[in-house]
């Protein structure tokens, strides 16, 4: 089975650094998605890891440990805009890997 | 160019009723998905096409939700008798490939929000 584990909530100061964390337990690794998802819209791609280390993408980064079964999104220089919520999530091992399996989701709140 | 879209994106039902959630994919993506997201969760797979082909179904709650793709592009996700159970956002999603690649980037709609009464 699967099992992906993220906090709640996070509150956070614009203009700050704020990191999100997730980890997984899962049969095999087929790499680890995150999405971006505000409040009554589509999740949007974020980042897909494979190998471990970190992934730089302007503001936003994805770190990845496969022997810890970690990973972390980091968002620097927050901006209003970046209030949502943020779903970490893995794709099955074997036939069904187009099948992704999502944390619950973390809900970070940028404020002033 | 124009996204995943999804219609009606907000749906009120009296128990009892069925529904008929469509997804219009994005145009040539040959994969298409159905996720089921109650509040304050992450979304969690009901069903898989690839083209017009049903290949997995293994998400569906129960005989009463029904998905369809006749032609490989538009789909409808059917409820029948719906239960209160079954409110919350149900997503659409569309990659370009075929599913094995696991690293295909899946393009969600904005999703319908389905209210039971």
């Known amino acids: 089975g699967q099992n992906i584990d993220q906090p709640t909530e996070m509150t956070a100061t614009e203009g700050a650094i704020v990191q999100i964390n997730c980890t997984y337990q899962?049969?095999?690794?087929?790499?680890l998605f995150w999405y971006q998802q505000h409040a009554g819209e589509a999740p949007t791609f974020l980042s897909y890891?494979?190998?471990?280390g970190l992934e730089e993408k302007g503001r936003f980064s994805s770190f990845l440990s496969r022997s810890k079964g970690y990973s972390y999104l980091l968002l620097k220089e927050l901006q209003m805009k970046d209030s949502a919520s943020y779903l970490c999530?893995?794709?099955?091992?074997?036939?069904?890997?187009?099948?992704?399996?999502f944390g619950k989701g973390t809900k970070l709140s940028v404020i002033p | 160019g124009a996204g995943v879209s999804q219609s009606p994106r907000y749906k009120v039902a009296k128990r009892g009723q069925d529904v008929a959630l469509r997804c219009d994919p994005i145009?040539?993506?040959?994969?298409l998905f159905w996720y089921q997201q109650a509040l304050g969760q992450g979304p969690e797979f009901l069903t898989y096409?690839?083209?017009?082909?049903?290949?997995?179904k293994s998400g569906l709650p129960s005989d009463r939700f029904f998905a369809e793709r006749p032609e490989g592009s538009v789909s409808t996700l059917k409820i029948q008798r719906t239960q209160q159970e079954d409110s919350a956002v149900y997503l659409c999603?569309?990659?370009?490939?075929?599913?094995?690649?696991?690293?295909?980037?899946?393009?969600f709609g904005p999703g319908t929000r389905l209210t039971v009464l």
């Open positions: 999603a569309s990659s370009l490939e075929a599913g094995a690649n696991p690293g295909n980037e899946q393009f």
């Open positions: 899962t049969s095999g690794f087929n790499g």
């Open positions: 890891n494979v190998l471990d």
């Open positions: 999530a893995a794709p099955r091992t074997g036939a069904g890997s187009y099948q992704l399996t």
């Open positions: 145009s040539g993506h040959v994969s």
């Open positions: 096409f690839q083209n017009e082909a049903q290949l997995d």
